[in-house]
Every structure is written in C-alpha cells, then in structure tokens.
Nanobody, 118 residues
C-alpha cells in the first residue's frame, strides 16, 4: 500500500501564504501524475493543480498566478500565495501511477484544512 499524509494547512488571513506538503510511505510507486485537489463544504472536490513526471503543469483558473505546484522527491508541494476566503477548503494530495498492473494506482491523503479569513 501507499500512504499519503498532507501537512502545512492552517488558518491564515486573506492575502497570506501557506505551503502544503505531502509525505509518502509504503509501497514503491511511480508518480506519473501528482496533484492537489480541494473540497469546500457543500461543494464537489475540484482540481487545484497537477504536475506530470515530465514537468507539465495544469492549474484551475481560480488559482492561476497565485498557486504553484512543484515536486519534492516523489510527492507534490503546493505554494499558495495571495490567499482568498474562497480558497477555504480541505486540500488533498493525489498521486497517480498510471502504468501499475494489474490496475493503475490512485493514491489520496486524508486532507489538510486551509481556512482563509477575511
């Protein structure tokens, strides 16, 4: 098994910054695609940012220019700047091992809470 644990969340005022990290343990895996997702109360989980093993990034329109995803060893980090109250959500680390057999790997952490006050 692969276990992911997010850290770095907390309470911050609007305009502030946070850096989220994702620690991995357990079985060996290939991080073909790594990313961050978030879910606010009453809303569906949504993509925040992804990063492929070749370095291609993808960001949600709502966070472009403010958030930056990067690689720390084999897991993603998320630098969040100019935070807004609407960024308040539970943030999840995700890693996809798309070539794993017999079925692809899709690993998730339990989430870290980010709360942005006005």
């Amino acid at each position: 098994q692969v276990q992911l644990v997010e850290s770095g969340g907390g309470l911050v005022q609007a305009g502030g910054s946070l850096r989220l990290s994702c620690a991995a343990s357990g079985s060996i895996f290939r991080a073909d695609v790594m990313g961050w997702y978030r879910q606010a109360p009453g809303k569906q989980r949504e993509l925040v940012a992804t990063l492929t093993s070749s370095g291609i990034t993808n960001y949600a329109d709502a966070v472009k220019g403010r958030f930056t995803i990067s690689r720390d060893r084999n897991t993603p980090t998320l630098q969040m700047n100019s935070l807004k109250p609407e960024d308040t959500a539970l943030y999840y680390c995700n890693i996809k091992d798309i070539w794993k057999t017999p079925r692809p790997g899709d690993y998730w952490g339990q989430g870290t809470q980010v709360t942005v006050s006005s």
